[in-house]
Structures are given as C-alpha cells and as structure tokens.
C-alpha cells in the first residue's frame, strides 16, 4: 500500500511539472494561430484553456493536450472573413466572431455525433506509411512555423507599413545563443537527473540568464504587441479577463438568416473534419509512445463539447495539439491530471501573472519546439525507404509533402486514399482459378483470392462459357464475396451459363456471403449449396470491450 501511494505521488508531481511546462509552451502557440486566424489572442487562449480542460477530464487519451491549432485556423481566417463580408453588405457591422462561435457549435455536434456513432475506430484503418509520413511532415510544419520567430517587424518610413525582416547582427546571435542553450539544456538535465521536467528547467534557467544579464531579446509580451496585439497585462483586472457568455448568438437574428446559415455550415464540417483528423491521429501517435491505448471514440465527444464550450463562452476552439503533446509525454505526463494542470496554468498565467508570463524569452519556447521537431521526425524512416516496397516510401514522402504544402487533413485524406488504391489493384491481382472434371462429368472451378471490383474482370476471364460441360461448380473455399460488383457479375456469369442451358452451383460461401447473395436476388438460394465445410468469420467489432 506505501508503495502504491509512493507512485501516485510521484506520477502525480510528474504531471503536475509537465503540465506546468505545456502550459508555458501554450502562450505563443494560442497566440500565433490566433493571428492566423485574424481574431483577438485573447480569444485563442480562452480556446486553449477551454479545449485543454475539457478533454483532459473528459478525453479518451490520458496526457493529449488539446487547444487552438494551425490546422483549424487556416480554416478559420476564411470564415472569419466571410463573416466580417456578409455583415458590411448587411450593414449589421462585422460579423467575423460571431460566425466563427456559431460554426464551433455545428462542428462540437458533428464530433459528438462522430463519437456516439463510433467512427473513432476508423483511425486503426491509417497505415503505417501514412502515420510515418505524417509524424515527418507534421515535425517539418513545427520548425517552419518556429521559423518566423527569427524575424522583427521594421516601420518602413516610405509606405508606414510594418515589414518582417530577417534578425541580424547581435540580436540574431543572442537568438540562436538561447536556443541553443535550451536544446543543450534539455539534452543535458536528463542525464543529471529525472525528477523534474527538462523543459520547464531549461525554459527557467533562460529566463534567470536573460534577467540577470540583462539581456534585450523578444519576449511574450514584445510578440502579442508585434502582431499588432493588445499585451494582456494591459487589459484591465481579473474580471476583464474572464470568458463570457455569447448571449448575442442566440439573441442576433443577423447571425441565423438562410444566407447566414449557409456560410457557417459550409465551413462546420471542414473544421470538424480537421478537427478529429488531427486529433486521432494524435491520439495513434501517443498511443505508440506509450504502448497503452486510448479510446477514440470517448476523445471524439470530448473534442466536440469543447468547441460547443469554445462557441458559447468565446472561444478559439480547436483539436489536440501534437507538439504540445509529445512535451507533456516526454516530460513525463501521463495521466489526466497533466493536462488539467496545462489547462489550469494556462488561466492562471492569463488571470493572474499575465506581466510575468509576457516576460518568458521567445528562444526558450522555440527551443524546446525544436526539441519537439527532434523527437518527432521519424529517422527510422530515412534508414528504411530504400528496404520497402517502392509504393509504400512514395506515400511517406508524398505525405509529408502534402502536409508541408496544404495541411495534416488533407495529407491523410490523401494517403488514405492512395494506400487503399495500392492495396486495391495488388489484390485485384491475386485473384486464381484451379480447374478440374469430376468423374460425373462437373466441371470445377476453385477460386482463390477476394473477388471485389477491382478483381471482376480477372475473374471472369477464367471461365470457358461456351466450351464448359452442361454441369459447373464454383467453389468459394478460399476466395470471399466482397461488394456489389462481385455480386453483380457472379451473377451475369450464371445468367450465362443458364442462357446456354447449363446449370451452376456455388459452394463453400461463408454466411456472410450467402446474405449478400440472397439480398441482391433470392433466386441466389436455388444454386447456393450449403455444405459444412462452408468458412466461417468471426471479427472482434470492439477490441475496446473485449479488453475490458
């Protein structure tokens, strides 16, 4: 009994301390995909903070950290802007926000319904490829985006327009010093000890270094105002930074018009798409991380009341985040209760010490996002592309294109759909016939290999119609009725047989197959024989319940 509550202390300081480290790593991230998607940072941490909470309770993944995302705000930035459009040709004023909190509350209930559906479990159908491709393009994405914190705005005296120049001189070097400085940090501590999170102690020992020296670098704070932000510290009291109620959503009759109504909804099922994309495919990657598994079905409704919550109190909304992540896992956060922390922290520092938060060192946070970039990038998959089949390190690469050039839903999408092709046409071509006479004069055709509509035109081209004796027997034994188009030429093929008088029968069908048959055309139950070698399938629906 001591020792199991030994190890409940000690995972729960471990929580406690990665939560701690999420959430600082959170600011920066809330706030840049917030100026993404044109919208007040403000509005992007209430997003974090609501998301965050809400599926750390809730969620079917122990330690995933949810908030506002890249993905979800490229979408976003246009409904935004369609919103603020349809307001000044109304002359209701700009409308932006208040579409984009309607829409969250049709993408919450698509999630949910997601869930309550159990289309979770389509997240088992990604193949290896696709989820390696992912992870590298996904670590590619991260470094690009820190990218940009190496960058200054400059007044250009001619036009009066801010423009993003490249950090020279001094300030780049004190840049590129800080991170450096983290990454070794986060390399080292480890090998000294393990009791703390390596991230939070780097991110800590930067801030006493840049503070005690002195030193003129970007800050939180210097980037909110470089945006064009408001700095939080700036924003009044407590109470003035609270989330409120959206009343006017329900009380605007501007917002619920058919024109209206058309927009918002064209753009709910993108987001929600993205959303448990992203999400689940998280949810896959920390499951391997930590060799448990998480249910994707319970993080799909978790996701959804989220944005439900986002949409009536003012928020972002969003989906997992998978850098955020993969710092929680390796910080040492396992259990719900790091993510609580994370979400908790998070309003904290907005409520409570946003001028000290505004203060934490830009090179910090982009250090440890490199970090992040390190141990995400599969470097397994460079050693093996060359001892795969070719097909299979074309959808690594093209994935990891797709999700550089266009986004992680799309990249997916994408190699979902070309693994399913691939693996469509190798077996369209297994399909096999054996053929004999029994001493009675039948011809047999045994057939192997699945018979589905990539394979019909092979399988039809086995049988000698119009040379073949007046009995034939197809045998199923090791071949499987698939779709429509199996049924659907299995049957022409009778129909010709019958037209030149001859009888066929079909033997060895699994149950499964005669209900397909007997379906489409009960006339199928006149040459079925049934026999009780027939093959049985038996597939485990919901490993979840089977594993208690």
Avoid at 61 to 74: E, L
Avoid at 77 to 90: M, P
Avoid at 347 to 372: D, N, R, T
Wanted: with cysteine; charged share 15%; proline share 3%.
């Amino acid at each position: 009994m001591t020792e199991f509550i030994s190890k409940k202390i000690a995972n729960s300081k471990d929580d406690i301390l990665s939560g701690l480290t999420v959430a600082l790593a959170l600011v920066p991230e809330a706030v840049a995909f917030s100026f993404v998607a044109d919208i007040d940072p403000l509005i992007g941490l209430y997003g974090a903070f609501m998301m965050g909470l809400v599926t750390a309770i809730f969620g079917g993944r122990p330690g995933m950290i949810s908030g506002a995302t890249g993905a979800m705000a490229v979408v976003m930035v246009s409904l935004v802007k369609d919103g603020h459009a349809y307001g000044t040709a109304h002359g209701v004023g700009e409308l932006g926000l208040q579409f984009l909190f309607v829409a969250l509350l049709f993408t919450g209930l698509i999630q949910i319904l997601a869930g309550v559906f159990k289309m979770g479990k389509f997240v088992r159908l990604i193949p290896h490829p696709v989820m390696m491709g992912f992870v590298n393009g996904l670590a590619i994405v991260i470094f690009i985006s820190q990218l940009g914190m190496f960058k200054t705005s400059i007044l250009n005296p001619e036009t009066g327009l801010l423009e993003k120049h490249w950090l020279q001189g001094t300030a780049l070097y004190l840049m590129l010093g800080l991170v450096a400085l983290t990454m070794a940090l986060m390399v080292g501590i480890p090998k000294l000890t393990k009791k703390v999170p390596a991230a939070l102690t780097a991110i800590i020992i930067v801030i006493l270094v840049v503070v005690f020296a002195n030193l003129d670098v970007a800050t939180v704070g210097s980037f909110i105002q470089s945006k064009g932000g408001k700095a939080l510290s700036a924003r009044g009291g407590f109470l003035d930074l609270l989330p409120t109620f959206q009343l006017d959503l329900f009380t605007n009759s501007n917002l619920w018009t058919k024109e209206a109504f058309f927009i918002i909804i064209k753009y709910a099922p993108i987001l929600a798409a993205i959303g448990l994309i992203e999400s689940l495919m998280t949810l896959n990657l920390i499951d391997d991380l930590t060799e448990t598994r998480g249910n994707g079905n319970r993080e799909c409704i978790a996701q959804g009341s989220a944005n439900i919550l986002n949409g009536l109190f003012g928020g972002m909304g969003g989906c997992a985040m998978i850098g955020q992540s993969i710092i929680n896992i390796k910080s040492g956060g396992r259990g719900r209760l790091s993510g609580i922390t994370a979400a908790a922290g998070l309003l904290i520092f907005i409520l409570f010490a946003p001028k000290y938060i505004e203060q934490v060192p830009i090179a910090a946070l982009v250090g440890v996002m490199f970090m992040v970039v390190i141990g995400t990038f599969a470097w397994s998959s460079l050693r093996i592309l060359n001892k795969i089949p070719v097909a299979d390190a074309l959808i690594i690469v093209l994935v990891s294109a797709i999700t550089v050039w266009k986004d992680l839903a799309v990249a997916v999408i994408a190699g979902i759909i070309i693994s399913a092709l691939i693996f469509a046409w190798e077996n369209a071509k297994r399909i096999r016939a054996r053929k004999f006479v029994k001493e009675d004069g039948t011809k047999v055709y045994e057939i192997w290999g699945p018979l589905f509509f990539g394979s019909i035109t092979d399988f039809n081209a086995k049988f000698d119609i119009n040379d073949d004796p007046e009995n034939i027997e197809i045998d199923f034994i090791e071949s499987k009725i698939a779709d429509h188009s199996a049924i659907s030429a299995l049957r022409n093929l009778v129909n010709k047989y019958e037209a030149q008088g001859k009888k066929v029968r079909l033997k060895h069908l699994s149950e499964e197959c005669k209900y397909l048959l007997n379906k489409r055309n009960p006339k199928f139950a006149e040459i079925i024989i049934n026999d009780i070698d027939d093959p049985r399938y038996h597939v485990l629906e919901n490993p979840e319940e089977f594993n208690g």
